[in-house]
């Protein structure tokens, strides 16, 4: 089993910053690939960006290209979403999630699943 925490959500203006934190605890971390996903109200939940095991491998989906950064810090057991240039498209809560086998943009190769935060971008 490996616990996932997401904080760092808030409200900020569109153009403004966030960074999301996801700290991972229970299996070794660093054998996960790990990876971010979003879901608006009435949408369903959507690929942000994911990062191999040891981070050598990294995706993101077309519309954060350029925008955000997925980072990993595994002594620290903990992924990170910077997400700069925010517009109000970008509201939803986002999630982190485990994958023991390899990096993936599909919600259903994900083993574990954080709880979520809230990001509120206003225009």
Same mark, same amino acid.
């Given at each position: =089993?490996?616990?996932?925490?997401?904080?760092?959500?808030?409200?900020? =203006?569109?153009?403004?910053?966030?960074?999301?934190?996801?700290? /991972?605890?229970?299996?070794?971390?660093?054998?996960? &690939?790990?990876?971010?996903?979003?879901?608006?109200?009435? +949408?369903? %939940?959507?690929?942000?960006? &994911?990062?191999?095991? %040891?981070?050598? #491998?990294?995706? $993101?989906?077309?519309?954060?290209?350029?925008?955000?950064?997925?980072? %990993?810090? +595994?002594?620290? +057991?903990?992924? $990170?979403?910077?997400? +700069?240039?925010?517009?109000?498209?970008? #509201?939803?809560?986002? $999630?982190?999630? /485990?994958? %023991?086998?390899?990096?993936?943009?599909?919600?259903?190769?994900?083993? $574990?699943?954080?709880?979520?935060?809230?990001? #509120?971008?206003?225009?």
């Amino acid at each position: =089993q490996v616990q996932l925490v997401e904080s760092g959500g808030g409200l900020v =203006q569109a153009g403004g910053s966030l960074r999301l934190s996801c700290a /991972a605890s229970g299996r070794t971390f660093s054998n996960y &690939a790990m990876g971010w996903f979003r879901q608006a109200p009435g +949408n369903e %939940r959507e690929f942000v960006a &994911a990062i191999s095991s %040891r981070g050598g #491998t990294i995706r $993101y989906a077309d519309s954060v290209k350029g925008r955000f950064t997925i980072s %990993r810090d +595994n002594p620290k +057991n903990t992924m $990170y979403l910077q997400m +700069n240039s925010l517009k109000p498209e970008d #509201t939803a809560v986002y $999630y982190c999630a /485990a994958d %023991r086998t390899s990096i993936a943009t599909k919600a259903s190769a994900y083993d $574990y699943w954080g709880q979520g935060t809230k990001v #509120t971008v206003s225009s």
